[in-house]
């Protein structure tokens, strides 16, 4: 396909994205910021999702924040030992702060284990 062949997903007259210049520059990421960077935007669409954000109820689910909480607690649980305590330590406590708001915007908690991403974690509790 040419440049100037839009995609669904390429809008007519935007030149097509270089995947070659992509793949370049995110070779030159170390596997720790790509972790810590994943991690970070789970944890702010989850914050989110809570209505924890200054818009707080407009764009709230709870459905869809487990969901995120839950990838997250599985990505920390997963890359913990992969990236050191200096990156890792705020990254837990973040998960365990939007853990238990989750359980404080449940209208039915769930059982201690039973929560987002407790799983990985274990019982959260305040």
């Not at 991690?39 to 200054?54: D, F, I, P, R, Y």
């Not at 869809?64 to 990156?87: C, N, P, Q, Y």
Request: hydrophobic share 40%; proline share 9%; net charge negative.
């Amino acid at each position: 396909m040419s440049d100037a062949t839009p995609t669904p997903e390429q809008p007519a007259g935007e030149p097509a994205p270089d995947f070659a210049a992509m793949a370049r520059d995110i070779a030159e990421v170390p596997a720790v910021e790509v972790i810590v960077t994943v991690a970070v935007n789970l944890m702010s669409a989850a914050a989110v999702k809570l209505g924890l954000t200054e818009d707080g109820d407009e764009h709230k689910d709870l459905d869809e924040a487990r969901k995120l909480v839950h990838a997250l607690a599985g990505l920390l649980d997963a890359g913990v030992t992969e990236i050191s305590s200096f990156h890792a330590a705020p990254l837990r406590d973040g998960l365990k702060s939007l853990q238990l708001a989750f359980r404080e915007a449940s209208v039915v908690p769930d059982e201690p284990g039973q929560g987002p991403g407790e799983k990985y974690t274990g019982p959260v509790y305040g």
